[in-house]
T-cell receptor, first 112, second 109 residues
């Protein structure tokens, strides 16, 4: 197993377009997290899945954001009608129960 | 939610020097992770340390949960240690980790 995988690594989009990111967690991990990181800041929590159930959502997750984890495996994060303020690094992490979380390499989004 | 403060915010070292990074948190925790974020943005796991002391090569970490702080020690620093170091306990009553603003370390040759 090669760890948490995210795709794409970089995405440039025009304001108003929709984008979708994918995260493949470590195979035996039942927990999956999405975070957003802007320049000079630490990662901020967006949402959390246990298996296929989305159990926690941050206030940062506006109506334009939606996340899914069908069948409790990979997850997608979609941003509709992107805005320049959405430009950030989007990080995915997974863990097995309360064991340590491991992060993917992130998807860097630039909205122009 | 839990507040996480890291100090110092920035640190410049000469290669070979030792350093101590501090993480204070506002609530009791049952686990805590330290990460190193490399220049490409990858968060690399360093320690999972709810309490006590752990060592891994030139790095060691100590968490004193009752006093709500954790320390990361870097000895004989190398240029490859450069990057941002984050501590991350779980948010109060939640499962997701909460990150501080990090300590930005630059090791000069």
């Amino acid at each position: 197993d090669t760890g948490v995988s995210q795709d794409p690594r970089h995405k440039i989009t025009k304001r108003g377009q929709n984008v979708t990111f994918r995260c493949d967690p470590i195979s035996e991990h039942n927990r999956l997290y999405w975070y957003r990181q802007t320049l000079g800041q630490g990662p901020e929590f967006l949402t959390y899945f246990q298996n296929e159930a989305q159990l926690e959502k941050s206030r940062l997750l506006s109506d334009r954001f939606s996340a899914e984890r069908p069948k409790g495996s990979f997850s997608t994060l979609e941003i509709q009608r992107t805005e320049q303020g959405d430009s950030a690094m989007y990080l995915c992490a997974s863990s097995e129960g309360r064991k340590p979380a491991f992060f993917g390499q992130g998807t860097r989004l630039t909205v122009v | 939610g839990i507040q996480v403060e890291q100090s110092p915010p920035d640190l410049i070292l000469q290669e070979g020097a030792n350093s101590t990074l501090r993480c204070n948190f506002s609530d009791s925790v049952n686990n805590l992770q330290w990460f190193h974020q490399n220049p490409w943005g990858q968060l690399i796991n360093l320690f999972y340390i709810p309490s006590g002391t752990k060592q891994n090569g030139r790095l060691s970490a100590t968490t004193v949960a009752t006093e709500r702080y954790s320390l990361l020690y870097i000895s004989s620093s190398q240029t490859t240690d450069s990057g941002v170091y984050f501590c991350a306990p779980p948010d109060t009553g939640r499962r997701a980790l909460t990150f501080g603003s990090g300590t930005r370390l630059q090791v000069q040759p």
